[in-house]
């Protein structure tokens, strides 16, 4: 189950939305207005507490928004009465992941650079099972079992429609690491070779014989970006210790000109998937 402590993203946004509406006024001020608790409009707003249709409309009224604020505010409120599809594993998720599960299923375009990996969207799942079972932290199989499911679970936002673009650039490293045995990594590359083929997805490999590239200052990460403006852009990143997700406006510059440059030295479309076919038949 759920652990209680966790907040839903989608509510954690009607609470952040709802924040700023409030604007100059405090907590006691509304809370003498509406004769409610300070504690219940707090809660609320940090995402603790879900808000009913007739309390959220009492709030709206108090804070007298603009019609474009009305529609924004219904369209978070659909999404947190919405329980997430990752809600049931939420045990096994970092809260900087699950922020950018969020984001990725609402994402119009994803680009992605790997320096180690294969991109979690373009894992199969027994790749992905042997790289989580490497986490020391895990020692449970069930929570491992659980991170799997989640990542398989993700590709479908590939296959929604409107279809995402995604764009992904992975170092040659990527296809010369065997990662859990010969055969299985075969049948992964030989799944980058299909992917590659769909119409929304681009994959190229930045070759051994490019020298210095932006990648090497940035490191592998992904950037999200839609029309949502209260999300994104985001960029993120993992690391050894869990992920961290980046949103101003100059880092967000700074990563997408880092990709636009490492797709430029990178080898085309088709020769990528021509070096990922040859890989995988040696």
């Not at 907040?7 to 405090?26: A, D, F, K, N, S």
């Not at 398989?152 to 429609?161: F, G, I, N, S, W």
Request: proline share 5%.
């Amino acid at each position: 189950m759920p652990s209680a402590s966790r907040v839903p993203q989608q509510r954690r946004q009607l609470g952040e939305e709802l924040r700023r509406l409030r604007g100059e006024r405090t907590l006691a001020d509304v809370a003498r207005q509406l004769g409610w608790s300070e504690s219940k409009i707090s809660r609320v707003e940090n995402g603790k507490l879900g808000i009913s249709e007739v309390d959220l409309s009492l709030l709206i009224a108090t804070y007298g928004t603009t019609e474009r604020e009305k529609a924004r505010i219904a369209a978070l409120t659909s999404r947190s009465s919405r329980q997430a599809w990752w809600e049931p594993y939420i045990d096994a998720l970092a809260d900087p992941y699950e922020a950018y599960i969020a984001a990725e299923g609402r994402a119009t375009s994803i680009s992605t650079y790997d320096a180690l990996v294969v991109p979690g969207l373009l894992q199969t799942a027994e790749y992905a099972n042997a790289l989580i079972e490497l986490n020391n932290s895990l020692r449970d199989p069930e929570m491992i079992s659980q991170r799997v499911q989640v990542r398989m679970a993700r590709k479908a936002v590939l296959v929604r429609e409107p279809q995402p673009t995604f764009r992904a650039v992975v170092d040659e490293a990527v296809l010369r690491r065997p990662i859990g045995g010969t055969e299985l990594f075969r049948r992964q590359l030989l799944s980058l070779v299909e992917a590659s083929q769909r119409p929304n997805v681009t994959i190229q490999v930045l070759s051994f014989t490019v020298g210095v590239h932006w990648g090497l200052s940035s490191g592998s990460f992904t950037l999200l970006e839609s029309q949502d403006e209260a999300t994104m852009p985001l960029v993120y990143s993992e690391g050894l210790t869990g992920g961290v997700v980046r949103t101003e406006p100059s880092d967000i510059r700074s990563y997408r000109d880092s990709f636009e440059s490492i797709c430029e030295v990178a080898l085309s479309p088709e020769e990528s998937r021509g070096l990922m076919a040859a890989t995988a038949e040696v």
